[in-house]
């Protein structure tokens, strides 16, 4: 009788599947991966905050020091309690010597152009005055004629602040007047004058109070005339009060020469006086 083969025992340890063996390596692959070093061999860094690294601004954000103040921040271009003027002059005359219009401008208290125009001169310009004007030839060939600007601007200054530098030169350009008590002349202001009275260049007040550059070369009415407004709003407050304080003096010194004039006597008591006598 032959011997009865026995089954081999089962082994204790069961063989485990390909595809879990190989997800396990896998596992322990990545959890003892060393830490990735950057191309020059150092660590990288960890943020020290939980907000993590701040988002880097962009270079070309706008210098609030770098702007241009003479540009309006609004686009309001209503007509305000205070305007400012600019004129630009032509020659006119034989030798081109006599001032007359060429072109006005006016702005808003924010600097927005309300009222510009060029204007054709009555007398026949003999010089245009660019480099200094900025007006050349085919400026005036649609320009309005005089008449019709010195009536447009007498309505958009009439019963308003007008501001600017030199204003007298600019309303005897225009043939016109302003009362003296709404007028507000950079040029006149005694906050911008300089030793013994001297009245200074609105380039230079614009550099010296605003810090910006204005009439290199060619002039702009429009600039100027913002320049002009800027200064008197800058210094709106101060500059009325010396206003004020200006015609209660006058108002004081008035009153001392009444007091201090002798009272005429009338005819009738002289004649009566020398009668008696």
């Known amino acids: 009788m032959g011997t009865q083969q026995r089954n081999p025992k089962p082994n204790s340890h069961h063989q485990l599947n390909p595809n879990w063996t190989q997800l396990q390596q896998k596992l322990k692959l990545h959890g003892s991966r ?4 950057s191309s020059d061999g150092a660590e990288p860094q960890t943020p020290k905050t939980i907000l993590g690294k701040r988002k880097e601004r962009p270079d070309t954000e706008p210098d609030a020091s770098q702007r241009n103040v003479l540009i309006p921040t609004n686009t309001d271009s209503s007509l305000t309690d205070a305007v400012a003027m600019d004129c630009e002059m032509v020659g006119v005359g ?4 006599k001032s007359a219009l ?7 208290k924010w600097g927005n152009v309300i009222y510009d125009e060029y204007v054709h001169p009555v007398e026949w310009v003999v010089d245009f005055r660019t480099e200094i004007s900025g ?3 085919r400026d005036l060939k649609k320009a309005k004629d005089f008449q019709t600007v010195q009536r447009q601007v007498a309505e958009l200054i009439k019963g308003r602040l007008l501001v600017g530098h030199a204003l007298r030169n600019d309303l ?40 910006v550059k204005i009439q290199n070369g060619e002039h702009c009415p429009v600039e100027d ?38 009272k005429r006597r009338d005819a009738s008591d002289v004649n009566h006086a020398a009668r008696a006598s």
């Open 94 to 97: 034989s030798e081109g010597n």
């Open 225 to 262: 005339a913002r320049a002009a407004m800027l200064l008197y709003q800058r210094n709106r407050k101060q500059w009325e009060k010396n206003i004020k304080d200006q015609i209660r003096l006058r108002q004081k010194q008035k009153k001392r020469k009444q007091k201090k004039k002798p």
């Open 135 to 137: 007006i050349r030839p």
């Open 172 to 211: 005897k350009a225009l043939l016109l007047s302003h009362p003296k008590v709404d007028m507000r002349d950079t040029s006149e202001c005694e906050l911008f004058l300089k030793e013994e009275r001297r009245r200074v260049a609105l380039r230079h007040l614009a550099a010296e109070f605003l810090g």
């Open 34 to 37: 060393p830490s990735q070093k």
């Open 102 to 108: 060429g072109r006005v401008t006016l702005v808003n």
